[in-house]
T-cell receptor, first 115, second 113 residues
Framework: AQKVTQAQTEISVVEKEDVTLDCVYE???????LFWYKQPPSGELVFLIR??????QNEISGRYSWNFQKSTSSFNFTITASQVVDSAVYFC????????????FGTGTSLTVIP | KAGVTQTPRYLIKTRGQQVTLSCSPI?????VSWYQQTPGQGLQFLFE???????NKGNFPGRFSGRQFSNSRSEMNVSTLELGDSALYLC????????????FGAGTRLSVL
């Protein structure tokens, strides 16, 4: 079974629109970490955020914000006022103590921001 | 501070050959993980090394192997290459454990003909 599900395969938005990327995870562990990474066309995965299972506070960083809800096992990512440079593939990942902290990645959401 | 460096960036091999990929982690990082990325399977975990020991292994055949040196640099080897091994191979380093932030290299794109 998929531990991390990103149901949105591709999303296209017009520049300056807001967009939310969904991430649903599955774990039986009580101690786990969630991550978001961005993969531009160059291929390198760029770290965006890490959240541990004990911290449900939402976080905002500039135009980026994250909504972590344990009740629904979701860790969604919102880009406000999207820009062309936001075009990339975004991955959500889960790391659990019970499986030796191996990273499980979702299948990614390809975001295209149209000028 | 230099990032994670992977060499070579591109490789073309033929079926049956073997290949070795190299990864130099961020200075001070002791954990190195390897991932295979393909359009069909996405990002899949290969293995993780810490202090020259394989600490975790994904579900890949024994043709995939790796090692880590005392300076934390890591290599992965794929023997008897198959067409399905064509992929982007990504290396990531972190301070100690997998729950630490993993920083990724640009990858090695392997094409098997």
């Amino acid at each position: 079974a998929q531990k991390v599900t990103q149901a949105q395969t591709e999303i296209s938005v017009v520049e300056k629109e807001d967009v939310t990327l969904d991430c649903v995870y599955e774990t039986r562990d009580t101690t786990y970490y969630l991550f978001w990474y961005k993969q531009p066309p160059s291929g390198e995965l760029v770290f965006l955020i890490r959240r541990n299972s004990f911290d449900e506070q939402n976080e905002i960083s500039g135009r980026y914000s994250w909504n972590f809800q344990k009740s629904t096992s979701s860790f969604n990512f919102t880009i406000t006022a999207s820009q062309v440079v936001d075009s990339a593939v975004y991955f959500c990942a889960l790391s659990e103590a019970i499986t030796g902290n191996q990273f499980y990645f979702g299948t990614g959401t390809s975001l295209t921001v149209i000028p | 501070k230099a990032g994670v460096t992977q060499t070579p960036r591109y490789l073309i091999k033929t079926r049956g050959q073997q290949v070795t990929l190299s990864c130099s982690p961020i200075s001070g990082h002791r954990s190195v993980s390897w991932y295979q990325q393909t359009p069909g399977q996405g990002l899949q975990f290969l293995f993780e090394y810490f202090s020259e020991t394989q600490r975790n292994k994904g579900n890949f055949p024994g043709r995939f192997s790796g090692r880590q040196f005392s300076n934390s640099r890591s290599e992965m080897n794929v023997s008897t290459l198959e067409l399905g091994d064509s992929a982007l191979y990504l290396c990531a380093s972190s301070l100690v454990t997998g729950r630490d932030i993993q920083y990724f290299g640009a990858g090695t794109r392997l094409s098997v003909l």
